[in-house]
């Protein structure tokens, strides 16, 4: 499994969240909502420093990354982060 960021969203995280290097930037499983894996859970966002990173990708020193207790929520596939041009928002696909 493994993190993508598009310079599209690494764009994104520097404009709309004002990251700089050696930000941490965390995805994790949220209740609420859906996904293509598990009705009742969705994929949250949240700048915040790791304690048990399970997997992490540092793009110009900002690190995105997942913690170990949230890997169940991806089924293995990999996160895309991209952005969605025409809603000016992240988008994020799973791919196998």
Same mark, same amino acid.
């Given at each position: 499994?493994?993190?993508?960021?598009?310079?599209? $969203?690494?764009?994104?995280?520097?404009?709309?969240?004002?990251?700089?290097?050696?930000?941490?930037?965390?995805?994790? $499983?949220?209740?609420?909502?859906?996904?293509?894996?598990?009705?009742?859970?969705?994929?949250?966002?949240?700048?915040?420093?790791?304690?048990?990173?399970?997997?992490?990708?540092?793009?110009?020193?900002?690190?995105?990354?997942?913690?170990?207790?949230?890997?169940?929520?991806?089924?293995?596939? #990999?996160?895309?982060? #991209?952005?969605?041009?025409? $809603?000016?928002?992240?988008?994020?696909?799973?791919? $196998?």
């Amino acid at each position: 499994m493994n993190i993508k960021v598009t310079k599209e $969203a690494l764009q994104w995280f520097k404009e709309e969240m004002e990251v700089s290097p050696g930000d941490m930037i965390r995805f994790y $499983a949220r209740y609420g909502g859906s996904s293509p894996f598990h009705e009742g859970f969705s994929l949250g966002m949240n700048r915040e420093e790791w304690h048990d990173v399970g997997i992490k990708q540092t793009i110009d020193g900002v690190h995105f990354y997942i913690e170990k207790d949230d890997l169940w929520f991806f089924n293995e596939h #990999d996160l895309l982060i #991209d952005v969605n041009i025409e $809603a000016d928002e992240l988008k994020y696909e799973y791919l $196998a």
